[in-house]
Structure formats: structure tokens, C-alpha cells
């Protein structure tokens, strides 16, 4: 059987907002905040994966688990893939690569992935969720995904795929055939050690979408749908709105 390691890829240095894993949110680091989600889903271990010693430090203050790795990495794929080896994982292990920029994140949408891997041919796997909204599927900042009957994901975009003018979009909205990203990743440590030595591809340079790159070098990405939302924060904009939306929803996520 193979082991689940939660791996929480958290870098200081973002663009839109440094030291973003530090944010305080009433009380709470955001890592903080992941970190105690994610430790509700009964994986085999969880750990933080940071190239920044402050952020390492506040991990193992608040009691959790972390690693120090390299600051070159460009992906929190890459990071993960470091993980694996600095722990010494075994090929059949299944690393879930939890993002560390959605404190809210949902324990059951963790073990929801994890379901996927009772299939032997799962390889790697993601969430998706139904769009319906227009608005929501028209936002180049949400990727988009199409998927086969096998629910293997075919193409991400942050295009509207498959492509509509409004009054048809509508229709297909109402039936529930848009769908979204949802940007939790899991896969077998033999697999994430083979996407990690594959060189950036065509389609993941035009969308600026990683998973691309291993879709077009023949690797089937299974998807599993979850009706849950998440609240990823990206700027300090999104983290103050994460923070009314707390005030309001206290009893739902407090620890």
C-alpha cells in the first residue's frame, strides 16, 4: 500500500506578495492555517517545503513538520519532487502537493484525491469543480478544463474551453459542463520524478498552466469532481477579503 504525504510548498519571495506563508490572519499565520486544515485529512505525514529559514522556523515553533530546500526551484512540483527524495519515499508512495496559499482548504477534498489512487493506473490526479457562473468563466485567471469520459483531463486553459459565444455558454453553464481548476496536485513518487526532468513545453508556455507539460508529453491526469470552494490568496487584496469572509464563517474553519 502506498503512503500519502502531504507536501505544502511554501515560498517567501512571491512577486504579488512576500512572505505571503507569514500573513496573519486573526491570529494565525497563513501556513499555519494550511498546515492544521491538511493535518485533518489522516495522511501517513505532512510536512511544510520552504527555501526560506524564517518560514522554516515558524513551522517547527507552531509544532509541524518542515523541510529546507533549494530557493531555484521554479514549481511547487519541483519542490515536492525534492521532498520526495530528502524523505527517502518509495516509488509507489503518493505525494498530495497541498497549496499554501488556501487556508481554508478542505480536509475532505484532501482524501477526495487520495481516493484516486485505489486505481493502480492513477497517476497523477487533480480537482475540478462546476462552473456556473458566467462571470467566474470568463476570468483568464481561473483555469478552465475539459475532460474525457475516462475523466482524464484532455486541456486546461484560461480560455473558455470549450469555446461558446454568451447565449450558448449559458446553456452549457446551466448543465453543469464547464468545469475549473482546482490547483491540488497528487502523484505517485515514480511518476512526479519523471515530470520534474521534462523541459517546459509549448502549450505550458503559451497558458502559463505547468500541467500542460506533462499532458502533452503523454501523461493522463485523472480528475475527481468536489463540490467544495476554496479561497486562494494571491495578493494582499485576497487576503483581506479572505479575512472578512472568516469573520463571517468563524464556527465553519476556526481550529
Not at 64 to 84: Q, Y
Amino acid at each position: 500500500m502506498p503512503h500519502f504525504i502531504g507536501i505544502i510548498p511554501a515560498r517567501y519571495a512571491s512577486t504579488r506578495f512576500p512572505g505571503k506563508p507569514l500573513a496573519d490572519i486573526k491570529g494565525k499565520s497563513m501556513i499555519q492555517r494550511v498546515y492544521l486544515r491538511a493535518a485533518k485529512a489522516g495522511l501517513n505525514d505532512l510536512y511544510v517545503a520552504t527555501d526560506n529559514d524564517s518560514i522554516f522556523k515558524h513551522v517547527v515553533d507552531f509544532g509541524g513538520k518542515c523541510l529546507l530546500t533549494s530557493a531555484s526551484h521554479g514549481s511547487g512540483t519541483d519542490r515536492c519532487n525534492e521532498s520526495a527524495s530528502l524523505l527517502n519515499l518509495r516509488p509507489e508512495d503518493v505525494i498530495i502537493n497541498i497549496q499554501g496559499d488556501e487556508p481554508f482548504i478542505h480536509p475532505e477534498q484532501i482524501q477526495l484525491l487520495c481516493s484516486c489512487f485505489e486505481d493502480i493506473h492513477t497517476h497523477i490526479a487533480t480537482l475540478i469543480k462546476s462552473i456556473n457562473e458566467l462571470h467566474e468563466l470568463q476570468n483568464v485567471t481561473i483555469p478552465k478544463v475539459v475532460i474525457n469520459k475516462d475523466q482524464n483531463a484532455i486541456y486546461f486553459s484560461r480560455s473558455i474551453i470549450p469555446f461558446a459565444n454568451a447565449e450558448k455558454a449559458q446553456q452549457i453553464l446551466s448543465q453543469k459542463q464547464y468545469y475549473k481548476h482546482i490547483g491540488i496536485y497528487a502523484y505517485r513518487v515514480k511518476t512526479l520524478r519523471e515530470i520534474a526532468s521534462l523541459k517546459p513545453s509549448f502549450l505550458e508556455q503559451a497558458e502559463s498552466l505547468e500541467q500542460l507539460r506533462w499532458i502533452e508529453n503523454g501523461y493522463p491526469i485523472k480528475t475527481v469532481q468536489t463540490s467544495l470552494q476554496t479561497i486562494a490568496i494571491d495578493t494582499p487584496a485576497d487576503l483581506a477579503q479572505a479575512i472578512q469572509w472568516l469573520e463571517n464563517n468563524t464556527t465553519d474553519v476556526e481550529e
